[in-house]
C-alpha cells in the first residue's frame, strides 16, 4: 500500500491537515473527563451551581471545537481520498496502454475492469478512513492511558494490560481476513469475466439453448462468492465482541479496585469517573480501529492486486526513441529472417520469414487458420516484437521508431471490426482528428461506406451505439475500412476485413482501393482467393513459414498449398481465368 502513496503527493496539505485536525479534536475529546471528574468532585461535592454551569458552558466549547475539528478533518480527508482515487486510476490506465498485447492477453480484461473498478475504489476508501482514523484512533488510546497515570499509577495498570490483549485481536483478525479478501476480489474478477462472456456471447449462448446452464455457472461462482465474502465478515465481526468484552473486564476492574481506592481515600469519585470515561475512549476508538482495520485489510488486498499491474512491464515500449528519417529507395516495408513466439514458447508462431513490399505494391497474404497470418501483420505497427531477425519500415527496423511516428504511417482494419459511442463523423477522425467532412467523404465512399451512410438520419452526424451494435457486420466492417483510410496512410493493413461482404462489394471496394490508393502499400490478409489473386505479391504461409511468395500463376503452379486453396474455392476453369 505504501507504494500507491506517491498518488497522493498532489494532495500534501489535505493529507497533512486532515490528521492534524484529528488529532486537534482528540485532544479537546481527552480534556472532557478531567472537566467531568471537576463537576463531580467540586461542583457537586460542594453543590456549587456556578462552578457547575461554568464547567458545564466548558464542555459545551469543547464539544463544539471538537465537531469543527472533525468536520474539517472529514473534508480534508475525502479531498484527499477523492483526488488519490483519480491520480490511480488515471496512471493505472495509462500504464495499462502502454502494455503490448502480449501482457494484456495474459493479464485478461475482465480482472483488469475489477482492478480498474472495485479494487481502486477499496483503496480509495481506505485511504480515508486511515487520514481520519490511522492517527486518531492510536492518539485516543495512547493520551487515554497518559491522563490515567496523572490520576492513579496503580489503576492504569489494567490499561496496559488491556493494551497488549486488544493488539493481539486485533493482529490476528488482521492475519486471518488479508488473504480471504484477496480471494474475495479473485472470485470476483471471475464473476466478472462469466457475465462478460455472458453478454457479449448472450445470442450464442441463446442459440444453443445455454441459458440454463450458464445461469447454474453464474449462481455457483455468486455463491462461491457469498461464501468468501461471509467467512471473511464473520472473522471480521469478531472485532467488535472481542474489543468490547476485554474492555468492559477492565471497567469492571476499575470500579472494583477504584471503589476501593475512594474508600482509602486514594483518589477521589470524579477521578474514577474519570478513568472510566477514559476506558470508554478506548473502547470508542478500539472500535474506530476494528473498522479501520477491517477497511485496511481490504486495502491492503486491493493494493496488492493493484501494485501486481504496475509491476507487469511492457515488453514492446519506444522509450529513448526519437523520431527517424526514413532510408531513400528502400522498401516499404522488409522481413528479414523474422521468427516470433508467444510468451517465449518453445513453439514459434512465425519462423524465418523474409520479403520485401515495394512502396505502392499490393501484398496478399493467405494460409489455413493458425498459420499465422496474422502475427505477421501485427509485427508491422509493433503490436508484438520479433523473437529474432527485423521488420523495417522506409528502411529503418520498426523498434528504433517512436509509436506516434510508426503509426501514423499505417492504416489497420483488424478482424473484429471495432466502432465506438459517438457519431459517424467521431469514429472516422481517429487517425486524423482535423480530418474535413470531403475527406471523410471520400474514404467512405472508397469503402463503399458512403451509399448507406447518407441514408442514415444526419449522414455524417449519424449517432453509433457502443461496438456499432445499431449497424449490420458488413456496415461495420466497411466503416472500419473507411477509417484506416482517412488521413491517407502509407500502408494500409486489412486483416481479413471484408470477411461480412458480399463477393460484389469485396470486388468493388477492390478496385476503389486500386483506383484511390496511388502510392499506398497494401496488406490483404484474406480467405478468399479472389480477394487476393491479382495483388503484386502473394506470400503464402503454412504453420508459421512461407510455404510460397509470388504472383497467383506462379504460386498455382509451383506451390501445393496455394493450389490446394484456389481448388477448394474455385473451379479449374476459374483459377485459370484472369481475375
Not at 488482521?174 to 472470485?187: A, D, E, H, L, Y
Not at 465474502?229 to 471480521?236: D, E, K, V
Not at 482467393?529 to 512461407?546: E, F, T, Y
Amino acid at each position: 500500500m505504501f507504494r500507491l502513496a506517491r498518488f497522493l503527493k498532489n494532495y500534501k496539505i489535505q493529507s497533512i491537515f486532515g490528521p492534524l485536525f484529528k488529532l486537534i479534536e482528540a485532544c479537546f475529546e481527552l480534556a472532557v473527563p478531567l472537566v467531568m471528574a471537576d463537576i463531580i468532585d467540586t461542583g457537586i461535592k460542594n453543590e456549587d451551581s456556578a462552578y457547575i454551569l461554568w464547567r458545564g458552558g466548558l464542555l459545551i466549547l469543547l464539544g463544539a471545537l471538537g465537531l469543527a475539528c472533525s468536520l474539517t478533518a472529514q473534508y480534508f480527508a475525502a479531498k484527499a481520498s477523492v483526488g488519490f482515487g483519480e491520480q490511480l486510476r488515471s496512471a493505472l490506465f495509462r500504464h495499462i496502454n502502454t502494455l503490448s498485447y502480449s501482457e494484456i492477453d495474459k493479464l485478461g480484461s475482465h480482472t483488469l475492469v475489477t482492478r480498474m473498478t472495485s479494487d481502486i475504489n477499496q483503496a480509495q476508501t481506505g485511504v480515508n478512513m486511515v487520514l481520519r482514523l490511522f492517527l486518531r484512533s492510536p492518539f485516543i488510546v495512547v493520551g487515554s492511558v497518559i491522563m490515567a497515570f496523572t490520576i492513579s499509577v496503580k489503576l492504569t495498570l489494567i490499561f496496559l494490560i488491556v493494551s497488549p490483549a486488544l493488539a493481539y485481536v486485533i493482529y490476528r483478525i488482521m492475519t486471518s481476513t488479508i488473504p480471504r479478501f484477496k480471494n474475495v476480489q479473485k472470485t470476483l474478477d471471475k464473476t466478472n469475466l462469466i457475465t462478460s462472456e455472458n453478454l457479449v456471447g448472450t445470442r450464442v449462448i441463446r442459440a444453443f439453448s445455454r441459458q440454463e446452464n450458464e445461469q447454474k455457472e453464474f449462481e455457483s461462482n455468486a455463491q462461491e462468492l457469498r461464501r468468501m465474502q461471509i467467512t471473511a465478515g464473520r472473522i471480521s465481526a469478531v472485532m467488535n465482541p472481542a474489543t468490547y468484552v476485554i474492555v468492559n473486564i477492565a471497567i469492571i476492574a476499575i470500579l472494583w479496585f477504584g471503589g476501593k481506592s475512594v474508600n482509602s481515600g486514594s483518589i477521589t469519585q470524579g477521578e474514577v469517573i474519570a478513568l472510566l470515561n477514559y476506558m470508554n475512549q478506548i473502547l470508542l476508538a478500539l472500535l474506530a480501529v476494528a473498522l479501520l482495520v477491517t477497511n485496511i485489510t481490504r486495502m491492503y488486498a486491493c493494493a496488492g492486486r493493484i501494485n501486481e499491474v504496475f509491476d507487469v512491464t511492457a515488453s514492446v515500449t519506444d522509450e529513448g526513441n526519437t523520431p527517424v528519417s526514413e532510408i531513400g529507395g528502400s522498401p516499404c516495408v522488409e522481413f528479414e529472417n523474422v521468427s516470433m513466439h508467444y510468451d517465449q514458447s518453445s513453439d514459434g508462431s512465425l519462423e524465418d520469414i523474409s520479403f520485401k513490399a515495394a512502396k505502392g505494391s499490393v501484398i496478399g497474404i493467405i494460409g489455413g487458420t493458425g498459420s499465422g497470418k496474422t502475427s505477421l501483420i501485427n509485427l508491422i505497427p509493433r503490436f508484438y516484437d520479433v523473437t529474432s531477425g527485423s521488420v523495417k519500415v522506409d528502411g529503418v527496423d520498426v523498434r528504433k521508431y517512436p509509436f506516434t511516428q510508426l503509426r501514423s504511417k499505417i492504416g489497420i482494419v483488424p478482424q473484429k471490426a471495432v466502432l465506438f459511442k459517438g457519431t459517424v463523423r467521431d469514429n472516422m477522425r481517429w487517425r486524423d482528428k482535423n480530418a474535413s467532412d470531403e475527406q471523410i467523404m471520400k474514404a467512405l465512399e472508397t469503402a463503399q461506406a458512403a451509399e448507406f451512410v447518407k441514408q442514415k438520419p444526419g449522414v455524417l452526424d449519424h449517432e453509433i451505439l457502443s461496438q456499432g451494435k445499431n449497424l449490420s457486420g458488413g456496415q461495420r466492417q466497411r466503416l472500419t475500412i473507411a477509417r484506416a483510410l482517412v488521413g491517407e496512410p502509407e500502408i494500409l493493413i486489412l486483416d481479413d476485413s471484408a470477411s461480412a461482404l458480399d463477393l460484389a462489394t469485396d470486388r468493388a471496394l477492390r478496385r476503389a482501393i486500386s483506383e484511390n490508393t496511388t502510392g499506398m502499400t497494401v496488406f490483404i490478409v484474406s480467405q478468399r482467393i479472389s480477394s487476393i489473386r491479382n495483388a503484386d505479391m502473394i506470400i503464402v504461409l503454412d504453420d508459421g513459414k512461407i510455404a510460397g511468395k509470388g504472383t497467383h500463376s506462379e504460386l498455382y503452379s509451383s506451390c501445393g498449398v496455394y493450389k490446394e486453396i484456389c481448388l477448394s474455392q474455385l473451379s479449374e476453369e476459374e483459377v485459370q481465368a484472369d481475375g
